[in-house]
């Protein structure tokens, strides 16, 4: 039997949330999964070395960091030549676990297709790196600052298959629904090993999204969410903020706009994240 294992990105840590935050997300993440009888294994850059599966002190060290960037796929040759500390992305995460044979994945919410997009191109290689490699990526959904009717549709056009669990609605990060259905759902660690093991006999080669909601007694209002985006948006527009600078900016803003309820959300659905992917890598292991 396969030893279970269940990667972890650490953007998170050093630029989706705040120190202290950070590092005690980052612990109880590992700790979720450990506690399902899975193996946590952080992936980040350390001096030019990519490490899949960062040690307390390492874990630490990025969270205290002012300096460690922000790496996804494309930057990773630099990183390891000119040997940076880093927090790698969705997309980045994606590439190395397959390297390492790790199939499944917990993260909050993956990149998309940027508000706005028709005038900046702006949108995330998380997307492009869902439909090239086979990793099964549990998530809440996307960000909930980003476009999801056209987030959905790029993952449409590029054949990623999107499920829910327990859901038949795309949740939206801070919010359990969207009000956008998704095609398929399900209800138990098992059935998701079953589809995964099946698109993966048929031979596809693009990975898959399992949404999850918030906890309910963690999720924001949608309507409060949405009002707390378009100020947070007006605010990086007037700070002409661009590129990958934009969605730790509007993160930072969302948790002043709540008054740090976004963090409380965030903390409560990356833990019930990182629990439910262990729990499937488990049943996968088992097959």
Same mark, same amino acid.
């Given at each position: 039997?396969?030893?279970?294992?269940?990667? *972890?990105?650490?953007?998170?840590?050093?630029?989706?949330?705040?120190?202290?935050?950070? &590092?005690?997300?980052?612990? +109880?993440?590992?700790?979720?999964?450990?506690?399902?009888?899975?193996?946590?294994?952080?992936?980040?850059?350390?001096? =030019?070395?990519?490490?899949?599966? &960062?040690?307390?002190?390492?874990?630490?060290? +990025?969270?205290?960091?002012?300096?460690?960037?922000? *790496?996804?796929?494309?930057? &990773?040759?630099?990183? *390891?030549?000119?040997?940076?500390?880093? =927090?790698?992305?969705?997309?980045?995460?994606?590439?190395?676990?397959?390297?390492?044979?790790?199939?499944?994945?917990?993260?909050?919410?993956?990149?998309?297709?940027?508000?706005?997009?028709?005038?900046?191109?702006?949108?995330?290689?998380?997307?492009?790196?869902?439909?090239?490699?086979?990793?099964?990526?549990?998530?809440?959904?996307?960000?909930?600052?980003?476009?999801?009717?056209?987030?959905?549709?790029? &993952?449409?056009?590029?054949?990623?298959?999107?499920?829910?669990?327990?859901?038949?609605?795309?949740?939206?990060?801070?919010?359990?629904?969207?009000?956008?259905?998704?095609?398929?759902?399900?209800?138990?660690?098992?059935?998701?090993?079953?589809?995964?093991?099946?698109?993966?006999? +048929?031979?596809?080669?693009?990975?898959?999204? *399992?949404?999850?909601?918030?906890?309910?007694?963690?999720?924001?209002?949608?309507?409060?969410?949405?009002?707390?985006?378009?100020?947070?948006?007006?605010?990086?527009?007037?700070?002409?903020?661009?590129?990958?600078?934009?969605?730790?900016? +509007?993160?930072?803003?969302?948790?002043?706009?709540?008054? =740090?309820?976004?963090?409380?959300?965030?903390?409560?659905?990356?833990?019930?994240?990182?629990?439910?992917?262990?729990?499937?890598?488990?049943?996968?292991?088992?097959?």
């Amino acid at each position: 039997m396969a030893t279970p294992t269940v990667a *972890l990105e650490s953007t998170v840590i050093t630029h989706g949330l705040p120190f202290p935050h950070n &590092l005690a997300i980052a612990r +109880l993440m590992e700790a979720e999964v450990q506690q399902q009888g899975a193996i946590p294994a952080t992936i980040g850059v350390i001096a =030019g070395n990519i490490v899949v599966g &960062l040690d307390d002190a390492q874990l630490e060290q +990025l969270a205290r960091s002012t300096t460690a960037h922000k *790496l996804s796929r494309r930057d &990773l040759p630099v990183a *390891l030549a000119q040997q940076w500390d880093g =927090g790698t992305t969705v997309a980045a995460t994606m590439a190395i676990a397959r390297r390492a044979g790790i199939s499944v994945f917990a993260t909050g919410g993956i990149g998309g297709v940027h508000r706005g997009y028709q005038h900046t191109l702006d949108i995330s290689a998380d997307l492009t790196e869902l439909a090239r490699t086979p990793v099964l990526v549990v998530c809440a959904g996307a960000k909930a600052i980003l476009d999801l009717p056209a987030t959905l549709e790029y &993952l449409e056009t590029q054949s990623v298959p999107i499920m829910g669990y327990q859901t038949d609605e795309f949740p939206a990060f801070y919010s359990q629904s969207s009000g956008m259905p998704i095609p398929a759902c399900a209800d138990s660690p098992a059935e998701v090993a079953a589809i995964w093991r099946a698109h993966r006999v +048929l031979g596809n080669e693009a990975g898959m999204l *399992l949404c999850v909601p918030p906890p309910a007694e963690s999720a924001l209002p949608r309507a409060e969410v949405e009002a707390a985006i378009g100020r947070a948006l007006q605010q990086a527009e007037r700070a002409g903020v661009r590129g990958p600078a934009v969605t730790p900016f +509007l993160l930072a803003a969302m948790a002043k706009e709540t008054h =740090g309820e976004s963090i409380t959300t965030n903390t409560a659905l990356l833990r019930q994240n990182a629990r439910v992917a262990a729990q499937v890598a488990v049943v996968i292991s088992q097959q």
